[in-house]
């Protein structure tokens, strides 16, 4: 299958126009019309080689939207014209104990990720890696595909294939709902994803942020507080107060002050993809039996669950839709944190020049 794409060559170049072909499809694969492609920082990292092992070239993109364009003879889930969704891997060991409980994400041989892992089905076409979702097309087996409700607006819902289950994830694993007191900080591409599912689970939601700009976006989404984590005397006030908080910063920042947060047995999930290490005191742990954890994605069962959470609940990211060959200027702002909340591109306008 002839792919058109976007791709970045080095660690250091623009994204630019690229080529290559995706394998046809084989008995349990579905073949994808690529038409949202969400941008997530992680796409920024692994571009510019942040975690020191991105081969070149490389199409990022895992927050996949589209619809169905073809199916292998032992396809049973999916017909062609139906509207699917593929999110941050496309394979995994199946055997291991993780992957056999529902959570392969945590597959310990590795999961195969949507792009930059190695792939050996596509060895027939010269395919050393997988291939992202910046580009027209893909080819993935039916048991890592999901269903998009009808109700979910395809353009809105292919960043809850990252965005949306990495916050959904921990929401549901740390069991919030009615009574939970839940802070999310930081209202990006994430964050604003946790604020809605928290809220409509039933939690009582305080955003975390480093000014109020933000306050009144926060706020529409089901926020029912808000907090400057620079505001000293707030912060002291609202020390012990929460049973989880969701971490959603992806830069190098304090956390140490934010343990005093939790209340008793209260725990601090990392969903950042920070690359320097974040200090954090036994005292502020032990004295309240304090934790912090992380937490990835969600199986491909979670991730269905969440999409049909979502739909039920009337909840889509908030996003700004672009033209493919504006990517370079995405990350530019992604850097600036100048996005409200999530970019997604086009890819109907794939061939549209710059």
């Known amino acids: 299958m002839a792919t058109r794409a976007f791709a970045a060559t080095s660690s250091d170049a623009p994204l630019t126009p690229y080529s290559f072909d995706r394998r046809d499809p084989g008995p349990d694969d579905v073949a994808i019309e690529i038409k949202f492609a969400g941008v997530c920082h992680s796409d920024l990292h692994i571009v510019k080689n942040d975690l020191g092992n991105t081969t070149y070239p490389i199409v990022p993109g895992h927050e996949i939207a589209g619809v169905v364009t073809a199916v292998g003879e032992n396809v049973s889930r999916f017909k062609v014209g139906d509207r699917v969704g593929v999110g941050c891997m496309v394979d995994s060991c199946r055997t291991c104990a ?12 590795g999961m195969t990720q949507t792009y930059g892992s190695p792939d050996p089905k596509g060895a027939a076409v010269g395919q050393k890696i997988t291939q992202g979702g910046y580009s027209s097309a893909i080819v993935v087996d039916q048991n ?64 975390l942020s480093t000014s109020d700009r933000k306050k009144a ?19 002291a006030a609202a020390a012990e107060s929460f049973d989880l908080i969701i971490n ?30 974040l200090p954090v005191y036994a005292m502020g742990l032990l004295w309240r039996r304090r934790s912090v954890a992380g937490s990835l994605i969600g199986g491909i069962r979670e991730t269905q669950e969440m999409l049909d959470f979502c739909a039920e609940h009337g909840i889509a990211c908030d996003i700004e839709t672009l033209a493919p060959h504006q990517i370079n200027e995405a990350y530019e702002r992604l850097e600036k944190s100048d996005v409200r909340y999530r970019f997604v591109l086009d890819m109907d306008r794939l061939g549209e020049a710059a």
């Open 248 to 277: 959603t910063v992806s830069a190098t920042h304090e956390i140490a002050s934010h343990v005093q947060l939790l209340a008793k047995d209260g725990t601090m999930v990392m969903l950042g993809l920070t690359t320097e290490g």
């Open 217 to 235: 976006d926060a706020e529409r989404m089901g926020a029912k507080h808000f907090l400057i984590n620079s505001d000293k005397a707030a912060m």
């Open 98 to 109: 993780p992957c056999q409980a529902g959570e392969e994400q945590y597959c310990v041989p």
């Open 144 to 207: 890592y595909v999901v269903t998009i409700p009808d109700s979910l607006p395809l353009d809105a819902a292919a960043p809850l294939l990252c965005a949306g289950i990495t916050t959904y994830s921990p929401l549901r694993h740390w069991k919030v709902g009615p009574g939970s007191k839940v802070a999310v900080i930081g209202l990006g591409g994430l964050g604003h994803m946790a604020v809605k599912q928290a809220a409509a689970m039933g939690a009582e939601v305080t955003v």
